[in-house]
């Protein structure tokens, strides 16, 4: 099936991190997710493991609070049990419930395979694995659709290939940096898959610019990509725009992605988020960044392959 997604889905992996029940940082933490839920954006990202289950406890609270509408609005990830590393069919179900508790809702309209590193490709598409637990969810009703949430791309390819996952997830891999999920993507696509592109800045480098210690894919930027991104950094300005606009709509514009997931930590970075993408990016910007030519990515998936 195909999520009736919007450009944007708002990601929130640090909400709530470090607050308890009850204290005055909870109840910060839960007006600011009320705001996420007022935005015009129509899903709200989170998972299991985010900030150790607060993310999901806060936007539960938010939810409570809003209603109904707030209630269809989350879209969630199961994880491995954080001791033991266990990722079969109990597993994604405790995580299942660990999640619908937390949120206060009973069903979910997306529900992903998150970050199956703890196990094979096979023991996560056998028997008693991992996504026979998503597809018991999907044909019980109690989740609409079911995807697969990662990084590498060999791993990713894989589990796409299958045909039996809704939704496909990659982050870092499909930006001006790397455009190495591009022919996953494709992939998904074909099969009517829903395919959302996480982490459009890098994780870094494409919001902060080229700097000291600057990161992409929660890697050091090599000193090569520093001297290509500043190279970007002056094709946008030459054309009043800037680099995180220029990184934003990058995957906005692509045919290849329904929907880009951007974490957002706070009201003004909503605020920021909506006027990247409000800003007209002139054609020419494109033509110069193919002119740039590939630039030197740090990411390595050889170990997934």
């Given at each position: 099936m195909t999520l009736n997604v919007s450009p944007l889905t708002l990601g929130t992996s640090?909400?709530?991190?470090?607050?308890?029940?009850?204290?005055?940082?909870?109840?910060?933490?839960?007006?600011?997710a009320e705001q996420l839920f007022d935005s015009s954006h129509a899903f709200i990202d989170t998972?299991?493991?985010?900030?150790?289950?607060?993310?999901?406890?806060v936007l539960g609270l938010a939810i409570a609070r809003?209603?109904?509408?707030?209630?269809?609005r989350v879209?969630?990830?199961?994880?491995?049990?954080?001791?033991?590393?266990?990722?079969?069919?109990?597993?994604?179900?405790?995580?299942?419930?660990?999640?619908?508790?937390?949120?206060?809702?009973?069903?979910?309209?997306?529900?992903?395979?998150?970050d199956p590193y703890t196990v094979t490709f096979d023991e996560a598409m056998g028997r008693g694995g991992a996504v026979?637990?998503?597809?018991?969810?999907?044909?019980?009703?109690?989740?609409?659709?079911?995807?697969?949430?990662?990084?590498?791309?060999?791993?990713m390819a894989g589990y796409v290939e299958t045909g039996v996952f809704d939704a496909v997830l990659i982050h870092n891999r499909f930006t001006v940096v790397d455009h190495s999920a591009a022919t996953v993507f494709a992939?998904?696509?074909e099969r009517g898959m829903t395919v959302f592109n996480a982490a459009p800045f890098g994780a870094g480098i494409l919001a902060t610019g080229?700097?000291?210690?600057?990161?992409?894919?929660?890697?050091?930027?090599?000193?090569?990509?520093?001297?290509?991104?500043?190279?970007?950094?002056?094709v946008a300005a030459s054309f009043g725009v800037s680099l995180p606009a220029v990184a934003l709509h990058f995957s906005l514009r692509s045919p290849l992605v329904?929907?880009?997931?951007?974490?957002?930590?706070?009201?003004?970075?909503l605020a920021q988020l909506d006027e990247l993408a409000a800003t007209p990016i002139p054609d020419e910007v494109w033509t110069q960044l193919e002119a740039l030519g590939p630039a030197p990515s740090p990411v390595d998936d050889s170990a997934y392959a």
């Amino acid at each position: 099936m195909t999520l009736n997604v919007s450009p944007l889905t708002l990601g929130t992996s640090p909400l709530g991190r470090g607050t308890e029940p009850g204290s005055p940082e909870e109840d910060a933490a839960v007006r600011f997710a009320e705001q996420l839920f007022d935005s015009s954006h129509a899903f709200i990202d989170t998972s299991n493991n985010y900030s150790g289950g607060r993310s999901e406890a806060v936007l539960g609270l938010a939810i409570a609070r809003k209603g109904t509408d707030a209630a269809t609005r989350v879209i969630s990830k199961v994880d491995c049990d954080p001791e033991t590393g266990a990722f079969d069919r109990d597993r994604v179900m405790r995580s299942f419930e660990e999640t619908t508790a937390r949120l206060g809702v009973e069903r979910l309209p997306l529900l992903h395979l998150h970050d199956p590193y703890t196990v094979t490709f096979d023991e996560a598409m056998g028997r008693g694995g991992a996504v026979e637990g998503l597809i018991e969810l999907r044909e019980s009703g109690r989740v609409d659709a079911i995807g697969v949430a990662a990084g590498p791309v060999g791993m990713m390819a894989g589990y796409v290939e299958t045909g039996v996952f809704d939704a496909v997830l990659i982050h870092n891999r499909f930006t001006v940096v790397d455009h190495s999920a591009a022919t996953v993507f494709a992939d998904a696509r074909e099969r009517g898959m829903t395919v959302f592109n996480a982490a459009p800045f890098g994780a870094g480098i494409l919001a902060t610019g080229a700097r000291e210690g600057a990161m992409y894919g929660y890697r050091p930027a090599t000193p090569e990509l520093q001297e290509w991104v500043s190279r970007l950094e002056r094709v946008a300005a030459s054309f009043g725009v800037s680099l995180p606009a220029v990184a934003l709509h990058f995957s906005l514009r692509s045919p290849l992605v329904d929907s880009t997931v951007v974490g957002i930590s706070s009201a003004r970075r909503l605020a920021q988020l909506d006027e990247l993408a409000a800003t007209p990016i002139p054609d020419e910007v494109w033509t110069q960044l193919e002119a740039l030519g590939p630039a030197p990515s740090p990411v390595d998936d050889s170990a997934y392959a």
